[in-house]
């Protein structure tokens, strides 16, 4: 199996999601660390599909800078829009993410580096 069509490692039933947002701008339900995306609950097909997504984003930055691009990005949205969860939304990994998440057909047909053209 190419990388491009690669599927994370899903955990569901864990309190992970509920502690991180407690630091957080919005209620996490799951999130991606790497290859492994973990949800305080069951998943469904669409947030299967949303973190998947994430996932094509850290293999496309290295992992590594994955995280720190993601918080730049935050970052730089929160001076902009003065709001943490505005600027989570406006996040070009999230808006990739959150726009493609329907579409069972999005991972076959994605461009590497996508989330590059969406402006915040």
Known sequence: MSLRLSKPFFVENSNIPVFISYFSPIDIEAITLGPVVISRGSMSETTKMHETIHWQQYIETG???????????????????????????????EQEAYFN?????????????SWRKIKI
């Open 101 to 113: 998440q329907e579409n069972p057909f999005y991972l076959i047909t994605r461009k590497r580096w």
């Open 63 to 93: 992992i590594i800078g994955f995280p720190f691009l993601y918080l730049a990005y935050w970052l730089v949205g929160l001076i902009k829009y003065r709001s943490g969860s505005i600027a989570y939304y406006q996040i070009p990994f």
